[in-house]
């Protein structure tokens, strides 16, 4: 597997593997189709994209197999980690197309964010996964991750617990 920092050019592909994996994973969730379409314009619009692809504070990593995109990753430095005093590097997404899971491919993208975030000086990685997703809660256990606190994803017409997990880079 090859990962890369994703550039300019990767808008599309990331914007296209972006929303087909979330719909895929996560679409059946959500009570409201409306938001739904909000949530994924305020995470792929192209011009959210863009921005994020030229925010120093952002990576976006993206794995690929033989020239075959497999899957992506974004993290965003120097964020607050919930209900402490400190701040580190918050894995936003990590999404593998569902024919790339189950072959170690997730681990290896996982082990080369973290070894990124070392690099750029953050004590800690740190995210947010639903309260529901057993098989992703499992995943990171097994990477080293310990669920930190408990928080929700709200929106007009629903509520999803959500737990924010933390692995100490220092």
Known sequence: MEIRQAVQGDIELLRQLGISTYKHYFGALWQSPAELEAFLHSDFSREVLTHGLSDPQQQWWVASEQGELLGFAKVHDQQPLPESERSGAMLC??????????????????????????????????????????????????????????????????????????????
């Open 93 to 170: 997404k990590l999404y593998l197309q569902p024919g790339a899971k189950s072959r170690g491919l997730g681990s290896r993208l996982f082990k080369h964010l973290e070894q990124q975030a070392r690099g750029r000086q953050q004590g800690l990685l740190w995210l947010t996964v639903l309260q529901s997703n057993t098989a992703a809660i499992a995943f990171y256990q097994r990477q080293g991750m310990v669920i930190h606190s408990e928080s929700a994803y709200v929106t007009p017409t629903q509520s999803t617990p959500l737990w924010t997990m933390k692995k100490e880079l220092a």
